[in-house]
């Protein structure tokens, strides 16, 4: 009769990662099994390095493998250890609408999304080539904001985030809608002749 010492490593791999996104490269960090307690690392099982980050990851897929290089508990064990993680590219996205004023006294609206990547968000409105900022909601939690009161013209709005270098700018137009109107007694109403009133309207845009 034969007996064996069966010795079982019961390492629980974990891992975290950086997502692509904008001027922020993607990279991965094995977190368990830390550095320098004797676990070399590789993404492709076949070149191992003693770091347990990788940098300038690419989109995609990994299973991430380690491998047990120095005794353990007087232990070596034969087979790599593995952890999987996914790198996604967020791609930045943004859109921005506007109400236009139609009735007398009105302002317009500008509506702007930063959309596809964490935040925190921060808005900018503009005149277009202008850098008098009119509004600025500073960092929010939120990745919409809302312009109120904004009058007719053409505007543009940096839109950015607190990380990850994100940064777009979009231009909008806000319409002037208002009419006004102003009726005149043209001419006075007779016993032979009628009357006329001529309404003149003034201001509105054309709708595209």
Known sequence: MHYFNVYQNKLDTQA????????????IKVTNPPENTGYSY?????????SSTFNNVPKGSYKVQIRQTVLIDG???????????NVEE?????????????????LGTIT?????????????????GSTVEIQNT??????????????????????STAKNGCFITKE????????AAEAKVTKNLTACENGEITVTVKGGTPRP
Not at 75 to 85: G, I
Not at 90 to 106: F, K, M, N, W
Not at 138 to 159: A, S
């Open 172 to 179: 909008i137009e806000v319409y002037d809608y208002r009419l």
């Open 112 to 128: 702007a999304n930063l959309n596809n990547v964490p935040g925190q968000y921060k808005f900018v409105l503009r005149k277009k």
């Open 75 to 85: 232990q070596m064990s034969a087979c790599p250890f593995y952890v999987d993680v």
């Open 90 to 106: 967020l791609v930045l996205s943004a859109d921005i609408q506007a109400t236009h004023p139609i009735c007398t006294g009105e």
């Open 42 to 50: 590789s993404l492709d099982g076949t070149n191992y390095q003693t």
């Open 138 to 159: 500073g960092l929010i939690d939120d990745n919409f904001t809302k312009f109120k009161g904004v009058e007719p013209g053409v505007y543009e709005v940096d839109m």
């Open 16 to 27: 975290e990662k950086q997502d692509i996104v904008c001027n922020t490269k993607g990279w």
